[in-house]
Structure formats: structure tokens, C-alpha cells
């Protein structure tokens, strides 16, 4: 159990909180890249720790990120117009680049004026369907982290984006809790709940989140990494072909501050968890494969497919209390939940814990111990991050061999970790030192 003063430092994320410094180290998503879908489309409203800011794309494709609050005095850019590689205020039509120049004073006809100067503009990559930023120190600006979603044709890549009022840490932690698989989500995991017939047949390629068994208490190894930690939820396997017993083992990749990877048979689940301030998170869910994706069937597997709940365009979590989650009573007998799918249960259940979790009223028990270590790591991060160095991780550039994986029979005296060499972290000769 961590006490009321640890939760206040592990959940508050804004400018002068030690995890929102800490948070503001790393390169962060803001928003998809579907979001700005072409030059010159609208600007978007961001919400990054605790700040406002306002991303947009210009007339070239290049994306951009300023402070929502125009330099000028203060009206919302937002609002503004997008045109000729900048974007004007309304107000009085200061125009800037996504480098922060600024283009165009018109109620100030001063050239030097406006040369001097530069708006808050920051750092911006587009990479994996997302676009990051980052928004620490300038004189520390780390390396932009590579992940395996990165890679390989679109189609193959799939990204959405669940803004939900929930601090970012009981979602974090929802995402390194295996042993709630089986029972909140046992209409897809677990193999002794019944089967969905109705989505099944058309959803198999899709369908991979099976656990191996029904066995709700798996055992927990955890393993610390140079980034965060990865652990394997260890359940009873069949004997192998030579007779040994074999366990069946399910490893997660944990990447702080924000990211998990979440093992499947045929693809995998990068989920970031990123606070838009203490009481609101925009997760990003990306899924990566070998094929390519039927959006429409992933949402059908999300459970995104209920427009009343959720949908594309602003992308906001409209189950609450009041509109009891979009919870059917009447249909738990076929699913267990009487939720409309694994999105939904996550976010739902994330929600209904109130917008920041007690955590010293809580009552752990060993299946919980990959959500201590999350809260022991934060922790670790942050104690490093005080006391002047860098916080877990910020020094790798590659995270692409980083793995989590699918229920694999091991025999029992094998080590798990040998089918994952990479999850320890790049040796010392190989990181990337971070400019100072
Ligand atoms: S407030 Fe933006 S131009 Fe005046
Ligand atoms: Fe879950």
C-alpha cells in the first residue's frame, strides 16, 4: 500500500508537480495523425499535463504545436485560421509558423518587431500515425524513442485515441494488471466463459486475446529493465511433447512513463496512457502487425463500436455514472459484464474508481504485484529525476525490439526471458546520450 502523500506525487501531473517535470522529460503523443488528416485542415485543441496548447498542419504537411493562448493577447488559436504555411489568430491575425516565427502583425507594421520575437512553439515528430511532442526543458530535449509500430506499411498499423475523466495512473495500472484479464474481460480472454457466437466467425484473425486457461491467479514474475520493468503472468500449461510440465507464460513490456505493450497471438497492443491534466487521460491504443487491419472489425473487438459511447471524430468517453456506463443488465448472462467490449470495460471500470484513486484505502493481494512495481518504478524514476539524472529510459532511441508475449508454453526451469533478448535495454555502450 502506498501512502495518501505518495499517491498526491505519483497522480499530479502539472508544470511545478515532481512526476509533471518528470513527465515533461519524454517525448509525449498529442494526438493522432488523423486528427490533423490533411495541410491546411482544422487545428486541434491540446491538452498536454496540466497545459493548453493548439496543434496544427500547414500548407507543406509539416504538423506544429504553440500554446493555445496567442502571444499577442491571450484569444484562443483554435479558433484561428490555417492557411499559407501558419496559423492567424482571429483576433487581430498575427499569423504564425510551426516553428513559432512569427509570419504577419498586421496591427503592428514594425518588421523588426516581429523578427525579434518567436511564439511558444515546440518540438514536434510525426511517427507511428501519431504526432508527439515535447515540451520540457529546450536545453534537454532528449531522443526522439522509436517504437516497432513505426515500421512496416500502414495498413498494417492501426491508432485510436480514448480521451477518458480518469487520472492517467489507474489506467497505467489497469494495462499491468494481468489477472483481471480473465475475469473482467472473460467474454474474449477467458476460455471457461462462453464464446461471443454472434461476433466470433467474422472476428478470428482478430481474436487472439485468449488466455490459456481459466486460471485467474496466475503467478507473477517480475523483472526489472533500464526503461521500467516486464513481467510474466505464469499459468498451468500442458505437458510438452517430452513429458516436462510446462507453464504457459504471458509477458508485458512496461515503457514509463506512459507505455505497455500488450501481448496477442497475431499482433500486438502499444498503449499510451497520457495525461491531459490530473483528472483526464487521452489514452492511444495502437495495434501492429504482420497484415493488414479491418478498422471497422477492430472497433467491433474494442468494443469502440457504440457511437453513443464513443466515435472517431472527438474521440471523448461518454460512459459515467449517469449514463450507467451504457450498461445491460439484462444481457450479463451471455456477457459477463454487460459492457459493450475491452475498451469500454477498461475505461468504464477506470471511471467508476472516481477521477483520482485512493490508493491508501486499497487491499492488495499478490496478483497485484506488477501494479506495485509500476508505482515502485514511477517512484524510482522520480527519485532519480530529483536528484538530478535522468529518469528511467529518457537515454534509449530504440525501443523497436522491445517485446510482450502471447501465451507460450515454457517448460518449467526455462527462463521466459531468453524469448525476449531485447527487453532489458540496450547496453551501456549503446544508448543514446541525451544533450545537455
Ligand atoms: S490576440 Fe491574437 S492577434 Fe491579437
Ligand atoms: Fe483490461
Redesign the pocket.
Known amino acids: 500500500m502506498i501512502s495518501a502523500r505518495e499517491n498526491e506525487i505519483l497522480t499530479r501531473v502539472g508544470a511545478d508537480t515532481p512526476m509533471g517535470k518528470m513527465m515533461r522529460r519524454y517525448w509525449l503523443p498529442v494526438c493522432t495523425s488523423e486528427q490533423l488528416p490533411k495541410p491546411d485542415s482544422d487545428p486541434l485543441r491540446v491538452r498536454l499535463l496540466g497545459e493548453r496548447f493548439v496543434a496544427f498542419r500547414d500548407t507543406s504537411g509539416r504538423p506544429g504545436m504553440l500554446e493555445e493562448y496567442?502571444m499577442?493577447?491571450?484569444?484562443s488559436l483554435a479558433l484561428g485560421r490555417v492557411e499559407e504555411n501558419g496559423i492567424r489568430?482571429l483576433?487581430?491575425?498575427?499569423k504564425f509558423g510551426v516553428d513559432g516565427s512569427i509570419q504577419e502583425t498586421p496591427?503592428h507594421c514594425d518588421d523588426r518587431f516581429r523578427q525579434r520575437l518567436r511564439a511558444p512553439a515546440f518540438p514536434v515528430r510525426e511517427a507511428g500515425g501519431m504526432v508527439w511532442a515535447y515540451i520540457g526543458p529546450a536545453d534537454r530535449e532528449p531522443p526522439f524513442q522509436k517504437y516497432e509500430f513505426f515500421e512496416g506499411p500502414g495498413e498494417n498499423r492501426l491508432v485510436f485515441r480514448i480521451n477518458t475523466p480518469a487520472n492517467y495512473l489507474q489506467l497505467y495500472e489497469g494495462g499491468t494488471d494481468s489477472s483481471h484479464v480473465g475475469i473482467l474481460h472473460c467474454n474474449m480472454a477467458n476460455p471457461e466463459w462462453k464464446t461471443r457466437p454472434d461476433n466470433a466467425p467474422a472476428l478470428n484473425d482478430y481474436l487472439s486475446v485468449a488466455l490459456a486457461n481459466g486460471d485467474n491467479a496466475p503467478d507473477m514474475e517480475i523483472e526489472n529493465t533500464e526503461y521500467g520493468f516486464h513481467y510474466a503472468a505464469k499459468r498451468e500449461g500442458p505437458r510438452s511433447e517430452d513429458g516436462r510440465e510446462t507453464s504457459s507464460v504471458r509477458v508485458t513490456a512496461v515503457i514509463l512513463p506512459t507505455c505497455r505493450i500488450i501481448p496477442l497471438t497475431q499482433y500486438q497492443f502499444f498503449v499510451f496512457e497520457v495525461p491531459q491534466d490530473d483528472t483526464r487521460t487521452s489514452t492511444y491504443i495502437v495495434a501492429h502487425g504482420p497484415k493488414p487491419f479491418d478498422r471497422d472489425k477492430m472497433k467491433v473487438v474494442l468494443g469502440l463500436n457504440n457511437e453513443r459511447l464513443w466515435n472517431e471524430k472527438d474521440c471523448e468517453y461518454r460512459a459515467t455514472e449517469e449514463n450507467l456506463f451504457g450498461q445491460d443488465r439484462s444481457n450479463m448472462d451471455v456477457a459477463w459484464s454487460g459492457l459493450s467490449g475491452l475498451v469500454p470495460e477498461d475505461a468504464s471500470i477506470g471511471v467508476s474508481m472516481g477521477p483520482i484513486v485512493e490508493r491508501h484505502k486499497e487491499m492488495l493481494v499478490a496478483g497485484d504485484a506488477a501494479v506495485v512495481r509500476l508505482r515502485e518504478r514511477l517512484l524510482d524514476s522520480l527519485r532519480r529525476h530529483e536528484a538530478g539524472q535522468d529518469p528511467l529510459g529518457l537515454t534509449i532511441a530504440d525501443y523497436s525490439k522491445v517485446r510482450s508475449l502471447a501465451d507460450t508454453n515454457v517448460p518449467d526451469g526455462e527462463r521466459w526471458q531468453s524469448l525476449l533478448p531485447h527487453n532489458l535495454g540496450p547496453s551501456e555502450e549503446k544508448r543514446v546520450l541525451a544533450p545537455v
Not at 72 to 75: F, I, L, T
Not at 91 to 94: E, I, L, S, T, V
Open positions: 496567442c499577442h493577447r491571450r484569444a489568430c483576433y487581430h491575425g498575427w496591427n
